[in-house]
Nanobody, 125 residues
């Protein structure tokens, strides 16, 4: 099993930045691609970003393209989501996710095999 633990969420104002972190433990050596998902109140969970096994490829959903950056630190078994220029529409619970099958960049939620408990991000206007 793989355990994922997110941190770094909080309450910020529009225009501010936050950096989310996600530490993988357990059988983390089987993790290949990683990503972030989010779920806003009353909405379905949606894909946000993913990064390939070697860190060389990243993809983002259109609303966050240019504002969010996903990265990973292999030595720390950690993936990050740097979020800049936050807007109220970014308010959601953010989940870290891991793909043990795909070395590339998964872009749909069913491609991920594991996800964490989530961390709340609230952006006030």
């Amino acid at each position: 099993q793989v355990q994922l633990k997110e941190s770094g969420g909080g309450l910020v104002q529009a225009g501010d930045s936050l950096r989310l972190s996600c530490a993988a433990s357990g059988r983390s050596f089987i993790v290949k691609a990683m990503g972030w998902l989010r779920q806003a109140p009353g909405k379905e969970r949606e894909f946000v970003a993913s990064i390939s096994w070697d860190g060389g490829q990243t993809i983002y959903e259109d609303p966050v393209e240019g504002r969010f950056t996903i990265s990973r630190d292999y030595a720390k078994n950690t993936v990050y989501l740097q979020m800049n220029a936050l807007i109220p529409e970014d308010t959601a619970v953010y989940y870290c996710a891991a793909d043990i099958d795909n070395r590339e960049t998964p872009a749909t939620i069913p491609e991920f095999n594991y996800w964490g408990q989530g961390t709340q991000v609230t952006v006030s206007s």
